[in-house]
């Protein structure tokens, strides 16, 4: 579906920060904001939830190591007991740590791939840039002109006030 | 840039002082009621306050050889800490001096020197003695000169005292690798000189650091709430301690499990006597408590990220892992020097209040005679701008 974006660039973070809160104020709504390097308190600025990916790595950890605990006692302990060394068949220091190596393979696998499905990028995905200059050194905001009562002569004055360097209007079908 | 008294530091300061002078009333008189106890007590803790202070200056030191900008705001904290060093060195090789006997290494027959003989050599209490000596007179002349660098820099001094800390700090970190290895094996270890665990030294750093990243963050919240530095250390720096917090309560698992099992493993009856005693009868439960405390809860309250953001939450838990602190060495020595049942009454409530008190008076003193901000620091602008 082909929406009517607003491009901002910045050559400053500072600029960049107090314009997400213009915008934010005014209520427009961010698609999204691109910086070359991590920018601090930029998702504070937007408003970003917290991220989820503790959950999912909180629960895929829970789930490789309890589940290797309960599978190393049901080998160890129920299907095939061996005397190892006069131990008792259901020793838990000898499944700790195999239970701590899945527990960290799961939790690692599962916000790596979680992180990968949530951001849809795969190998070998075109990578979508609203401006190459953002790999470089320029900050740029994406607004969406979502509705009728936008104004986007308005907007371009308040933004170039704020110390943007150049205001553009795209209409595309690219999902950023 | 002294701070005004307040009200609540002055009342502070006298509740202190009256810790200090019961506790330690208690104490001389518990050494000719219980002479055994009071000892043991007594090791517990100026070992736990002895790692406190060194632990202080070892963060410091980490910070400077690691470039670290962060901690810069509340570096005075950690100062203040390890400017207490001659004190709480002095006050453990009081107490390892006064019982340089239990340390002999026994039985000391005419031919146990074939088979022991670097035992034989390593245990001889003079040595042990001249040991303890110069880690500690080591660590005393690095705080000494670590802080004082720090303390005096002109306003205009530039780089030229970091970069002496950054060395110092370099040196330093190799001597408090082998010397802390060394007393922590002389101190507590020792004490049962057929028991050895090369897990040893790493496990006692493991728990010094966790301690000493407690301490930090209960004076720190302390002194923001005085209001000394209100507005300088920041939810952020709280935020940085308690993943650090996390990360070493999970180490010290880590050093703590790696230790039992190996030895649970080898089942070596030399090596499991250490375990045997504080796995059966009445030490199990503290045995169990030990991991609950200094790991189960912390891990998984300081999980989520508000917690470790929340002061309330920090205060809590970093309070936890002082007390555990002390079950853990508690652990370490009672069940050699008391016997084979836990016990706790007045004798540990003394030392504990007396230790608190010292710590806490000596600490506040040391901190008011300095700025509470190290000003000509060229990272402090970094630090009171840290987001995490």
Known sequence: ?176 | MKPSNTPSSDRLTTLLYVTATVGAALLAVGAFVAPDRIWSNLLVASYYLVTLSLGALLFIALAYVSGAGWSVAFRRVPEAMASLLPVTGLAVVAVVAVRLKDYAWHPRGPHSGDNFWFKDWWLEPRWILTRAIVCVLLWIVFAKLIVGISRYAGPHSGTRSLTSNVRLSAVFLVVVGLSFSCVSIDWLMALEPMWFSTMWAVYQFSGMVMATLAAIVVLCLMLRQQGVLKGIFTDDHLHDLGKLLLGFSCFWMYIWFSQYMLIWYSNIPEETSWFITRTHGPWLPVFVANIIVNWAVPFLVLLPRPAKRNPGVMMKVAVLILVARWIDLYLVVFPKTVGSTPVFGLWEIAAITCGIGLFGLLFFRQFDSASSVPSSDPYLNESLHHHC
Request: aromatic share 10%.
């Open chain 1, 1 to 176: 579906m082909n929406e009517r974006q607003l491009l901002v660039t910045f050559d400053h973070a500072d600029d960049l920060l107090s314009a997400v809160e213009t915008a934010r104020r005014e209520r427009w709504s961010i698609v999204d904001v691109f910086t070359p390097y991590a920018v601090h308190g930029l998702d504070r600025a937007m408003g970003l939830r917290p991220s989820r990916l503790t959950w999912v790595c909180f629960i895929c950890g829970a789930i490789g190591g309890l589940g290797m605990l309960w599978f190393q006692h049901w080998v160890a302990a129920i299907a095939w007991p061996i005397n190892v060394g006069g131990k008792p068949w259901n020793s838990l220091p000898a499944d700790v740590p195999v239970a701590f190596e899945m527990m960290i393979l799961l939790a690692a696998f599962g916000s790596v791939f979680a992180l990968l499905a949530v951001s849809r990028l795969y190998p070998g995905k075109k990578a979508v840039m609203p401006s190459g200059e953002i790999t470089d050194d320029r900050f740029v905001m994406v607004i969406r002109q979502d509705n009728a009562a936008f104004d986007a002569d308005a907007a371009r004055d308040l933004f170039e006030q704020a110390g943007a360097v150049d205001v553009r209007e795209r209409v595309t079908d690219e999902e950023l």
